[in-house]
Antibody
């Protein structure tokens, strides 16, 4: 059974960089037909897609976050990471990593981590 | 950018009720529409993909329909474990872009 697990600091200061890692177990991050994605959810609000990465390093980002976000992948450790710079209180959210099926026939987030709350505050 | 709206934003229902949620896209998205269930403190769960296809392991009381701009999600007979928030989500392929609707909270009447 595939499992994803987010890790990283739960508190980040304004203007600093938010860094999270998603560890994948029970399957290979190098599987074809799958991308790996980050999604966030501010407390009490809806879901926002942040970006996606393929095991070869191909990335796509949400246009609204493109200038502040970088995704990277570490296939040797079966994990991928999110860096978001210049954070503000508006970036306070639960951050989820998820597997994205993205083929010519369908696209959807079928496996999710449990989420990690990141608070931006001084 | 494509905007997604959901109706209603919340509803109250009883066990056994038929529940219908509508999702509307601001432009034609063909059938590029998924539905998720989220319970408090948990990650979303994919229920329906490509508007009408049931994800493996999801009970058949869940269904979806629609194409273009108007989509419907139905629970044929609401069960106690179905009280949750439901989100629609559209996707573009070129370039990839994923947008969630604002959600519909289903709670006890």
């Amino acid at each position: 059974q595939l499992q994803l697990h987010e890790s990283g600091p739960g508190l980040v200061k304004p203007s600093e960089t938010l860094s999270l890692t998603c560890s994948v177990s029970g399957g290979s991050i190098s599987s074809t037909s799958y991308y790996w994605s980050w999604i966030r959810q501010p407390p009490g609000k809806g879901l926002e897609w942040i970006g996606m990465i393929y095991y070869r390093g191909n990335t796509f980002y949400s246009p609204s976050l493109d200038s502040r976000v970088t995704l990277s992948v570490d296939t040797s450790n079966n994990q991928f990471s999110l860096n978001m710079n210049s954070v503000t209180a508006a970036d306070t959210a639960v951050y989820y990593c998820a597997r994205l099926i993205w083929s010519g026939f369908r696209a959807g987030f079928d496996y999710w981590g449990q989420g990690i709350l990141v608070t931006v505050s001084s | 950018d494509i905007q997604m709206t959901q109706f209603p934003s919340s509803l109250s229902a009883s066990v056994g009720d038929r529940v219908t949620i509508t999702c509307q896209a601001s432009q034609d998205i063909r059938n590029y529409l998924n539905w998720y269930q989220q319970k408090p403190g948990k990650a979303p769960k994919l229920l329906i993909y490509d508007a009408s296809n049931l994800e493996t392991g999801v009970p058949s009381r869940f269904s979806g329909s629609g194409s273009g701009t108007d989509f419907t999600f139905t629970i044929s007979s609401l069960q106690p474990e179905d009280f949750a928030t439901y989100y629609c989500q559209q996707y573009d392929n070129h370039p990839p872009l994923f947008t969630f609707g604002p959600g519909t909270k289903v709670d006890f009447k």
